[in-house]
């Protein structure tokens, strides 16, 4: 064939095949475009969602969540969880994935790491559920109870109904709260405390604060003038009360921290003798916190996922005690001062309360609103941490607190989740670190207040007691005066309710866990 009828068929010949390959890629091609792939459960209509809401309210340095149904066409929501900022989580309960699994991007990272979701349990309840970076469940709001995992490991859980508040911190108890009654425009509360079969009972004032409630203690009964005199003033002669009249030798908690807390030499005033007292007996709660915590994961088998450490131990043993860094003569001084300051305001408040014939009558209650938390008080910065706390550092990392750590409140008006910034004073092996600001709820504070002082009278209680005991001198006049408030009688069910509560959040962990 000659060349150039050569080069005109092998053009026809590719132009022929370009033809087909465009033919064929037409035919591949939808008349109209493809609806793009969802994850299960995901729907790109707008359809009414019946979304759980959220009423807070505060007892014990705790936030508790009520459960209320809305109707809403979003798709999100905001919660609080564990009394921290709110994050969101998925409106949708059970939404996508097998056996109630959040749907595929419902679980949203919260503050400090946390990832929150939503989980169907049994029956269609809606369980959320905040973990942490290394897989451990830090929370649960389900079946209108707050279930809270500690950093270092143990429980609370909270719960409100028809008025009636519990909060149990630990397997050895917690306490109920219930209304007591009404005087002057204000309301009282009765909280029975259960604590290892030991049953007793206090008294609150509840007062709101800029749309907040909060609950303040109330003494049951005040010593006369001459007690509080006796211990507010320098002793005449210097007292040496050592460990062994303490009766702390040979104890565990006192072996657990020895590096840490050095009691006074001698006493020259009650008020050192009260401080070393409110300082041993949260060092022995933070010890028997950290045992309980151990056996309650041990109890329910939670060993560290995949990859991750084990949990730090419960509490420091004495071959620990090179790395405590001790409590500072400083701090502590500043704890004997608000034991100070407190001597004083209860002497103030005995005398308005119970006024001596001829004195000035007590000032009128305060209208309602005007009262602000002890928490907030900027006269007041100083406070001992009562009970196990998670907080969250100013780089967004969480870090727990335990029994007798203490902070200095930076700031006065807390942010619209109700926190403040604070200083870590004093801490122990484990806790966040001293020197550290971090975010602290006001709630929280004022449960350590009210701990604080609820301490002091048990202290003023034991050196009435021991008044010319074990070398103490004989203070001059032990009598007591009736309180603002009698002290309300315990409350005959509190421990049948507590173990109730822990039944119910064992039922519903399990269930949690099951949804996995």
Not at 131 to 155: L, P
Not at 335 to 344: K, M, R
Request: with cysteine.
């Amino acid at each position: 064939m000659p060349r150039k009828e050569f080069r005109k068929t092998s053009i026809a010949f590719l132009a022929l095949i370009v033809a087909s390959a465009l033919a064929w890629a037409d035919n591949k091609k939808p008349s109209t475009p493809a609806k793009p792939s969802t994850p299960a459960k995901t729907t790109t209509t707008t359809h009414t969602t019946t979304s759980t809401t959220h009423t807070t309210t505060s007892t014990a340095g705790h936030t508790t969540t009520t459960a209320g149904h809305t109707t809403t066409t979003t798709t999100h929501t905001t919660s609080t969880v564990g009394g921290r900022p709110g994050s969101t989580m998925s409106a949708r309960p059970g939404g996508g994935g097998a056996a109630g699994h959040p749907a595929a991007g419902g679980a949203v990272r919260g503050p400090a790491g946390r990832m929150t979701s939503t989980r169907t349990l049994p029956g269609g309840r809606t369980a959320t559920v905040s973990t942490r970076a290394n897989g451990r469940v830090a929370s649960i709001h389900a079946n209108g109870m707050d279930i809270n995992h500690g950093i270092h490991g143990g429980r609370t859980i909270r719960s409100e109904r028809n008025g009636r508040v519990i909060v149990n911190d630990g397997r050895r108890g917690g306490f109920v709260q219930r209304p007591y009654f009404n005087r002057g425009g204000r309301s009282y509360y009765a909280r029975t405390y259960v604590r290892d079969g030991h049953v007793y009972s206090r008294a609150y004032r509840g007062y709101d604060y800029r749309g907040y409630h909060y609950y303040g203690y109330v003494p049951g009964r005040f010593y006369h003038p001459g007690f509080y005199g006796w211990a507010y003033n320098p002793w005449i002669h210097p007292v040496y009360y050592g460990p062994a009249a303490w009766g702390w030798v040979g104890t565990p908690w006192f072996a657990a921290y020895p590096g840490w807390f050095t009691p006074y030499p001698v006493y020259a005033t009650a008020g050192l003798w009260l401080t070393d007292y409110m300082i041993a007996s949260n060092m022995q709660a933070a010890y028997q916190a950290g045992v309980e915590a151990g056996q309650q994961q041990a109890m329910a088998g939670q060993a560290p996922p995949p990859g991750q450490a084990a949990p730090p131990p419960p509490a420091p043993g004495p071959a620990d005690a090179t790395t405590q860094q001790p409590l500072s003569p400083e701090v502590k001084q500043a704890i004997a001062d608000e034991v100070q300051a407190q001597l004083a305001a209860e002497r103030a408040s005995a005398a308005q309360t119970n006024p001596q014939p001829g004195a000035p009558a007590a000032p009128a209650p305060a209208p309602a609103g005007a009262d602000v938390p002890d928490a907030l008080n900027p006269s007041e910065r100083v406070f001992v941490v009562a009970t196990a706390l998670d907080v969250t550092t100013g780089g967004n990392q969480e870090c727990g607190l335990t029994s007798g750590d203490v902070l200095m409140r930076l700031t006065d008006s807390p942010d619209a989740n109700q926190n403040v910034n604070a200083s870590v004073q004093s801490s122990k092996k484990g806790d966040c670190a001293a020197g550290q600001t971090v975010t602290v709820g006001v709630n929280d504070l004022q449960e350590m207040h009210n701990h604080f002082h609820e301490q002091m009278d048990s202290g003023m209680d034991k050196l009435a007691s021991n008044s010319g005991k074990n070398g103490l001198p004989a203070a001059p006049d032990t009598g007591t005066t009736a309180g603002e408030v009698p002290t309300p009688p315990p409350d005959s069910g509190a421990a049948d309710q507590l173990q109730q509560q822990q039944q119910q959040a064992d039922q519903t962990e399990a269930q949690v866990q099951q949804q996995q």
